[in-house]
């Protein structure tokens, strides 16, 4: 058995693991999660701003001493799309040298799509509906499309993200936003998408695997969960239908009503409309029935990784 640590640090939230793997199984000693939102305002200006960095810090620090508590004897740490755009990335790599010892890996869309496809699908059975899969991973700054089986096939990034849409398109456009602003959202999604199946064979896919955030709430909203229930969520089916309607119910919501939603966390209240809308757009843009919901992805393929 060998006990290891990962750590995912998205435009939104960074996020640890440490888990025991043994025997070609990974299995959870610790699952941590908080929203610092590091890409705070990087698609206007290019940088990781000040506060955001303390933010994402403080966080890290919490999650080293869990590691050392927990006596991880090897640990990876993968920036993703914000890093990915700031000019001063260097910033935010000495900081984890610092706190970790180890250098972050600021990885390409390419090397994340691998790493959301490895985490999401190495346990999926067919009860989920079985390959090939289009593997989703609906980030902060960027969503990862993967097309595979049992190993990726064709993957590609794109510049559409929860955050990312929000602050160029809905923060100033009204509470609940206004009609304009969520063409202008669409319009984004919609060229992303031309990109991605442009790029990939998508069409090969007969299952939608969707991943992080911001399908987990569209999910644990669609079951009617008084509370957030991972257990529930995981390996979860919401048939298209009801991610159009939860879309259509969370855009038309004011952020105090999201706010209200049991499920909802707190730092996911102003971006879930943007988020509920990609996932809406991929449905209806590829024509997929149902989304199969993961809590695994990009966090488990780092873990899996060090193996």
Same mark, same amino acid.
């Given at each position: 058995m060998t006990r290891v640590a990962a750590i995912d640090c998205g435009t939104n939230s960074v996020r640890l693991l440490i888990a025991d793997l043994a025997d070609g199984t990974l299995t959870d000693v610790e699952r941590r999660m908080e929203i610092v939102r590091l890409g705070q305002g990087v698609d206007r200006t290019g940088r990781l701003a000040p506060e955001a960095l303390d933010r994402t810090f403080a966080a890290m620090r919490g999650y080293r001493k869990l590691i050392d508590q927990h006596g991880a004897v090897a640990t990876r740490v993968v920036a993703t799309s914000a890093t990915r755009d700031a000019a001063n990335r260097d910033e935010f790599v000495a900081g984890v040298r610092e706190i970790f010892g180890v250098e972050p890996e600021v990885v390409t869309g390419g090397e994340e799509a691998q790493l959301s496809f490895t985490g999401a699908t190495r346990e999926l059975g067919e009860g989920a509906g079985g390959g090939p899969y289009l593997v989703v991973d609906i980030g902060g700054g960027s969503t990862e499309f993967v097309v595979g089986e049992r190993s990726a096939e064709g993957a590609i990034s794109v510049d559409i993200g929860c955050v990312r849409l929000t602050e160029r398109h809905l923060k100033d456009a009204g509470d609940p936003p206004g009609a304009g602003a969520l063409e202008a959202v669409v319009a984004d999604i919609e060229a992303a998408l031309d990109r991605v199946a442009d790029t990939i064979p998508v069409g090969q896919a007969t299952t939608l695997v969707g991943l992080a955030g911001s399908v987990t709430?569209? *999910? %644990? /909203? $669609? @079951?009617g969960l008084a509370e957030y229930d991972p257990e529930r969520i995981h390996h979860s089916k919401i048939a298209a239908p009801q991610v159009h309607e939860v879309t259509r119910s969370l855009l038309a919501m004011t952020h105090d009503e999201r706010a209200a @939603? %049991? !499920?909802? &966390?707190? %730092?996911?209240? =102003? !971006? /879930? %409309? *943007? +988020?509920a809308l990609i996932l809406d757009r991929i449905v209806r843009r590829f024509g997929f +029935?149902? !989304?199969? !919901?993961?809590? &695994? =992805?990009? @966090? =488990? +393929? /780092? $873990?899996w990784s060090l193996a």
């Open positions: 709430t569209v *999910a %644990g /909203i $669609a @079951l @939603l %049991g !499920v909802m &966390h707190p %730092g996911r209240v =102003d !971006v /879930i %409309g *943007a +988020g +029935g149902e !989304v199969v !919901v993961s809590e &695994h =992805d990009i @966090l =488990d +393929g /780092i $873990a």
